[in-house]
């Protein structure tokens, strides 16, 4: 049962999403338990390999280029401290790494290809690797698939009626679009939203629609509450109440009993009690360690200490899924071959001038 038939249409939702909480969280908490272990959650450790800059203008986010906020824009991180974020991640007991990019796409360039590097570094230390990167095409999400990309994050974020109001720089349906090229290529999909943007319950039950109206719904589906940064048109949003995280997180448990749903940004300001809640009724995931992409996120040792309280364990990886294969990368192969070629070049050349008494001339290869 990948969808609820009970609940796919949106007035079963709405009713559903308001339904006295208690028996909402009660009606969630036995289907979780019918298709989980409720004493699992996953822990899936975020990295920002590329921060800051994005020329998107998404109204909630402290990354874009155009709004005045504390994130400095960085380049692309290396391959060699993704590895070492990644091993501290695995260590804390993360069993999933999500690298995300402020892209509006992926283009087919040199950093494409390094990050095709950390996802096959990653999948090779049996951790489960997601990437959010923006929009992508069929051909890149066969190259993300190959290098062993397990699961790829694109939010839908909020209802199609609320979207323009937050972002205008693309379409809804080009982000139901790039779900559509990680889904062709065999990539599982994380998909989900955020509340407390202004927008009306009609909104979040929408947005929950539209995952009903896929053909698959997504594997995993976070539940970010807005964290409201100053410098963005969305600083003054007043903090939404912890109940309106637990009935989104319930509702959306009981219209897909199978997905995994993610207890995803806005923990810093709930208490346990609350979050406890979430795990009542169905949420199967949090993201660890002390950063989401730029703010804060509880500590590892704090989430240890809930974990205790509460008698949770991290999920292992790949239990929901086999690990995939990394198949060698063509394109990465053939853009070594070229820089050793032309390193020996100069090499040899460099050599020649030597013999013939001239003094060589520094030269460097980027
Ligand atoms: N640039 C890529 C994209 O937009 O798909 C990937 C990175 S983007 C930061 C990933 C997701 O983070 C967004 O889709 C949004 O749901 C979430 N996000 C960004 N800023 C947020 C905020 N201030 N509060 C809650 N969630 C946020
Ligand atoms: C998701 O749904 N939430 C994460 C992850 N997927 C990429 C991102 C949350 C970002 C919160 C703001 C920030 O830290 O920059
Ligand atoms: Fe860019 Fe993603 Fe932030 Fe939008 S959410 S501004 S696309 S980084």
């Known amino acids: 049962m990948k969808v609820n038939p009970t609940y796919n249409t949106k007035e079963s939702l709405l009713e559903l999403y308001n339904k006295p909480l208690l028996e909402l969280v009660f009606e969630a908490a036995t289907i979780h338990r019918q298709f989980h272990n409720p004493r699992e959650v996953q822990m899936s450790s975020l990295l920002s390999i590329k921060t800051g800059g994005c020329p998107e203008d998404c109204g909630y986010c402290p990354q874009a280029a155009r709004y005045h906020t504390d994130v400095e824009a960085h380049k692309l991180m290396t391959v060699e401290s993704v590895i070492e974020q990644a091993q501290n991640a695995k260590a804390n007991g993360s069993s999933r790494l999500c690298m995300g990019a402020a892209w509006r796409e992926v283009r087919d360039n040199k950093d494409f290809d390094n990050v095709i ?34 699961a790829y994050n694109h939010n839908l974020d909020s209802s199609k009626e609320f979207y323009g109001d937050v972002i205008s720089t693309r379409e809804y349906d080009d982000r139901l679009n790039t779900i ?12 989900g939203g955020i509340i407390g943007m202004g927008e009306a319950v009609e909104d979040r039950v929408g947005l929950l629609m539209s995952y009903m109206e896929m053909d698959t719904p997504p594997e995993s589906i976070p539940i970010n509450a807005l964290v409201a940064i100053e410098g ?32 995803s940004a806005g923990r810093t300001k709930m208490n346990m009690e609350g979050q406890a809640l979430c795990f009542m009724a169905g949420a199967s995931s949090i993201f660890a360690g002390d950063k989401l992409l730029t703010t ?23 239990a929901d899924g086999e690990k995939p294969v990394t198949i060698p990368d063509e394109k990465i192969i053939e853009r070594k071959r070229q820089e050793a070629e032309r390193a020996a070049e100069l090499a040899e050349a460099s050599s020649k001038a030597k013999e013939a008494g001239f003094e060589p001339r520094k030269v460097t290869v980027s």
């Not at 230390?125 to 290098?147: F, H, I, P, S």
């Not at 364990?313 to 790949?318: D, M, R, S, T, V």
């Open 296 to 318: 804060p996120n509880p500590e590892f040792n704090e989430d240890k200490e809930m974990f205790d309280i509460l008698g949770l364990i991290p999920k292992q990886a790949f």
């Open 232 to 263: 963005t048109p969305l600083e003054d949003q007043k903090p939404i109440e912890q109940w309106e995280m637990i009935r989104m997180v319930a509702t959306t448990r009981i219209a897909f009993p199978e997905s995994v749903v993610r207890l």
């Open 117 to 150: 590097e950390m996802v096959q570094a990653v999948n090779n230390m049996d951790m489960e690797v997601c990437c959010t990167l923006g929009m992508m095409n069929e051909d890149q999400a066969k190259r993300l698939k190959n290098a062993g990309l397990f």
């Open 180 to 191: 559509e090229n990680a889904r062709k290529a065999g990539i599982t999909v994380c998909s």
